[in-house]
Each structure stands twice: as C-alpha cells, then as structure tokens.
C-alpha cells in the first residue's frame, strides 16, 4: 500500500477540489474587485445596465474630491483618535489584568476568570440601554467618552487572549526574579511584555479593527456631527437626497486598504487570534 | 494550594482595573436592565413600575415583535444550515494538503470579514441591485433573469445570509484549525478499507470535528440574535418588515421610539434565548458529539 498524503484524496479528487477551490476564491474575491473599479466611475456609469466592468475613464479625481464632498479629514482624525486611544487602554489595562489571572496565585483566580468568560456570550443589547441613561446622566453622549473610557477597564477577549499566552511563559523565570527581590509589577514590565509581543501585536491589531470598524458604538453615543467616525459619516450621507454613490465606494476602498494592508503585513497574528477563540470549542 | 497573603493583595490589585469595570459596566447595567424592563420609561419622565406587563404585551399583543422573532428565527435555521455547510465544505476542500497554494485561498476566504461594516453594507445594496448588481449579472451571464432581492419579502432574508456567508471566513479559520487536529491514522485505514471522499467526510471528518461545528454555530446564533447594523442601513426592515430582525426592532423602541422598558424587556427576552440555544447546543453535543 503506497503512503498517500493529509486527506488522502485520490488524483481525480484533487483536481476537483482545485478547480473548486479556485471558483469559491474568484466567488469571494470578485466583490473586491467590483468595488475598486467602481471607484474610479462617474456616478451615471454606475447605473448603465447592463453592468459595466471598466470604468470608460478611470475617475482618479475620486480620490482627491473626497476631500471637498465628504467631510474625509475630519472623520478621519476623530476615527484615529478613537483608535489611538483604544489601542494605548486596550494594551496597558488587559496585560494588567491578564498578568493578575495568570502569574499570581491567590483565592477565587479561577472563579473570577470564569465570570470574565461568561461576560463574553452577554448580548450587548442587555447592557446597551442602561449604559446609555448612564452616560447620559453622566452628560457624556456626544463625546467620546463613551467609546473610550470602558476600554480602560479591560476586554474579556483580550483578557482571555492575554492570559493564554501569560500561562505559556514557564513560571521559573518569575520566581528566579522573585528570589532577586523583584516586585510583581516590575516582573510584568521587564519578564512578561517583553516575551509577549506576539499576543499583544494581536490586541493590537484586534482593537485597532474594532475601533475602526465600530458603527454601532459611534451611532447610539455621538449626536454631533463634528465628532463623527468614518463610519458613521459613511452611513449619515446614505440617507441624503443624493446619496453620492461614487463617493461612498471610493470612501469604501479607502476605508477597506489600510485593514488589508495590515492583514498582508501581519497575518500570522490575525489567523492566531481568529484560531485562538476556536481552540477552546 | 496556599496563597499568601501578598499574593492575594497582588492579584486583586492586577485585575481592579476589570472588577471595576464589570460593576460599572456590565454588572450594574445587567440589573437595571432587568429593574427598567419591568417599568415604562421614556428617559425624560422617572421610570413608572408597571410589572410584567411589557413582557405580557410583547408575547401576546405586539404583533411586530412576533415577525421579528419569526425573521430572526429564519436567519437562524436557514442561515445555520447554509452557512455551516458552505463553510465546513471550503475548509474540507482547503484542507487537502496537495491543494496548491492553501495560503493564498485562506487569506481569499478571510478578506471580506475585514471589511468594515458600513462599508459592507453599501457594497451588498450594489451588490444586489436588480439591474446592474453583480449577483444579478452573474445570473444573466447564465441566461437568469435575477429578482429584486431587497425588493421581495421572500428574497431578503436569503439576500442577507448571502452576505453573511461572504463574511463568514472566520468560521473557515477555525474549521481548518479544527481539521489539523484530526489524526490522519484514521483517514489511513478508512483509505485501506476502501472509503470514498463522502464517507470519509461523514464518517470521520464531520464527527471529529463536532465540537468545532458546536462553536461555530454557536457564535453565529448569537452574532445573529444581535445583529441589526446591517438590516439597519441596508432595508431599515423591510420590504414588508422582511429583515425587521429582533435586534433591530429592540435599536428602534429604544433609540427611536424611546420605548426603554419595552426595549429592555426584549433585551432580557433575547438573552434568554440566546442562553436557552446554548444550553440545547451543548446538550446536543453531549450526547451525539465525539468525545475524546
């Protein structure tokens, strides 16, 4: 019996499977594709039937008029703002927190960790409405305060992410500091985030998406459209009486690279981060 | 085990940052939450206590919580079994080793679960418009005169867990993470006595992998519960409150009809339901999954 290989498909099997493979990726793909040569239409080519492929004239000018015709600066730095400042939490609360449910011993560790697991299947919507009359009694509902401050206080799956990769960093090189009369705060800082760059690349990259993906978030707690994120000006000109489709799509290319780009520069954090949550399944 | 008094300060001390935040931010919210659904608040005017009778008029007189149960349930049974199919199918295909480049089809399937939502949502509302969407064309390319997706109360629902698929990459992920794990010993002998791709899918493959599957579906019934941004800005509910999903109907009685405790109520609704489709998914796992 000869050794055959992973799934041991036989030779007309894999052709199949390759042939397959590659019209559900062409499938997956083509929307992409749609979107960045639509990019560079004039609004009316986008409503010739039937759809055309190229644009006659590729309207480079998209690019620039974005400026002018979508408030794209503004948005802009009010979304990197909001990135900005959720990465910088997002790193320095949930080490803290992870180090604390890994690297201490110390009564109800355990117990605890499971309450910070059973917040993550909690539905938003439980908490939603409250959290609104609260930042609203708190006069905080348009401004960023609300998309911000919570993020000081740790993430569950950050939290769980963090502590994962804290539990595979043997426990010797913490007591050998401990014996040096180390304190635990000082171990956190000089042991464990120096060996931990891979998983907090991953928050990072992960709170980065969240920030700059977020719709939901911007749409209850901002009211003024001089707060506005990319997103949520995106969403606010669908409703208008012109829509300015063109505009939209070359705003969805220019919202959509900066994500990719990221994703082909650091795609074995990514791919870490998406397995890591199916692990445990 | 012993703790020592100084490591017991220490760790509370690390993890303050979430104790703190879970009673401000989750722990307080979950029962006022439960205290506002048993009331009618409207923001402005103090809270009036009022009982169950927002649970009592939503399970027997509100007529559209009843459709966006029925919506959502949809989502959740079709969307389950095309998504889980769909997905399982590519990753099975994906995970045959002599596949040429794997990396490349992996990253293909994992780009549209980086497109920012908005931008999802403008993308599907060209994707599915009847005249020059890009579903459509492909239809006629093969001679089919494609629907008006979004305009057919029937065909919305499937238009979106279309869309859903499209962003299901993450599922792939985890299932090709899953698939590695299996010990390819089994697939050896199944080989030697004579198993075809099917029987080796259903035999090894799909049981192997149940609990994956478990996780999956999990995480999608929940995401689905949720979900309302993109009903929001793509249909607003409709045609004919199609893709009026539960979550969308608790986003408007809370932020447009400014029905908090009626809002709130649903909220406490859904997490029952989300909590029960956990239970039941878990229970079946127990007893038909594959243990190790």
Redesign the interface.
């Known amino acids: 019996m000869r050794v055959k290989e992973a799934n041991y498909l036989e030779p007309g099997e894999i052709a199949v499977t390759t042939v397959l493979a590659a019209v559900l990726a062409f499938v997956f793909i083509v929307p992409f594709l749609w979107m960045t040569l639509s990019s560079l239409k004039v609004p009316a080519e986008l409503f010739i039937v039937p759809m055309q492929w190229l644009p006659k004239k590729p309207q480079w000018s998209n690019y620039l008029r974005i400026f002018n015709e979508f408030p794209f600066l503004l948005d802009f730095r009010n979304t990197s703002i909001l990135v900005v400042v959720n990465i910088v939490s997002a790193v320095a609360s949930n080490t803290l927190i992870a180090y604390g449910f890994s690297k201490i011993e110390w009564k109800g560790r355990e117990t605890l960790f499971y309450v910070v697991l059973a917040t993550l299947i909690l539905p938003f919507q439980v908490v939603m409405i409250p959290l609104f009359i609260l930042f609203h009694r708190l006069h905080w509902i348009g401004t960023f305060l609300p998309l911000t401050v919570p993020g000081f206080f740790g993430s569950a799956f950050f939290i769980f992410l963090l502590r994962q990769f804290f539990l595979s960093i043997p426990n010797e090189l913490c007591y050998a500091a401990k014996i040096d009369g180390a304190s635990e705060f000082r171990i956190y800082s000089r042991i464990i985030l120096p060996l931990s760059t891979p998983a907090i690349t991953t928050v990072i990259i992960f709170s980065f998406l969240r920030t700059w993906n977020d719709f939901i978030g911007p749409l209850i707690f901002l009211t003024d459209n001089k707060l506005y994120t990319l997103s949520l000006g995106a969403q606010q000109i669908m409703h208008n009486l012109d829509p300015k489709w063109d505009m939209l799509l070359t705003l969805g290319v220019i919202m959509t690279f900066p994500v990719l780009v990221i994703f082909f520069l650091l795609q074995k954090y990514f791919i870490q981060g998406i397995a890591m949550t199916g692990i445990k399944g | 085990?012993m703790?020592t008094r100084r490591?017991?300060r220490?760790?509370?001390?690390?993890?303050s940052?979430?104790i703190?935040?879970?009673l401000?931010?989750?722990a307080?919210?979950?029962f006022?939450?439960l205290y506002?659904s048993l009331t009618q608040y409207n923001?402005v005017d103090p809270p009036k206590f009022r009982g169950l009778g927002n649970y009592i008029d939503l399970i027997t007189t509100d007529t559209v919580f009843r459709t966006s149960l029925y919506n959502t349930l949809y989502m959740v049974v079709f969307g389950t079994i095309v998504i889980t199919a769909a997905t399982l199918t590519?990753a099975?295909?994906?995970?045959?080793?002599?596949?040429?480049g794997l990396a490349?089809?992996?990253?293909?399937?994992?780009?549209?679960t980086?497109?920012?939502?908005?931008?999802l949502?403008?993308?599907w509302i060209?994707?599915l418009q009847p005249?020059?969407?890009?579903i459509n064309?492909f239809l006629?390319y093969v001679g089919i005169k494609g629907p008006g997706w979004l305009a057919d109360p029937h065909l919305a629902r499937p238009a979106f867990i279309m869309m859903f698929l499209?962003t299901s990459?993450?599922a792939v992920?985890?299932y090709l993470?899953?698939l590695q794990d299996i010990p390819?010993s089994l697939?050896?002998v199944?080989?030697?006595d004579g198993a075809n791709?099917f029987q080796?899918t259903f035999k090894i493959?799909i049981p192997m992998i149940s609990?994956?599957i478990?996780?999956?579906v999990i995480t999608y019934v929940?995401g689905i519960?949720?979900s309302f941004?993109e009903s929001f800005?793509i249909t607003s509910g409709g045609p004919n409150q199609a893709t009026l999903f539960y979550?969308l109907y608790?986003y408007q009685n809370?932020?447009q009809y400014f029905k908090?405790g009626l809002?709130?109520a649903?909220?406490?609704i859904?997490?029952i339901i989300?909590l029960f489709f956990?239970a039941l998914l878990l229970g079946l796992e127990k007893r038909f999954g594959y243990r190790q």
């Open positions: 085990m703790w490591d017991q220490n760790g509370l001390l690390f993890i940052p979430w703190i935040g879970f401000i931010f989750t307080y919210p979950i006022s939450s506002y923001v590519i099975i295909i994906l995970s045959n080793r002599r596949i040429k490349f089809f992996r990253v293909i399937f994992f780009l549209p980086l497109v920012p939502l908005v931008i949502c403008i993308l060209w994707m005249q020059t969407g890009l064309t006629s499209w990459g993450g992920i985890i993470a899953g390819q697939y050896e199944a080989s030697i791709l080796r493959t609990p994956v478990l996780f999956n929940i519960f949720q941004a800005i979550s608790l809370a932020f908090m809002a709130s649903m909220a406490w859904l997490l989300a956990i």
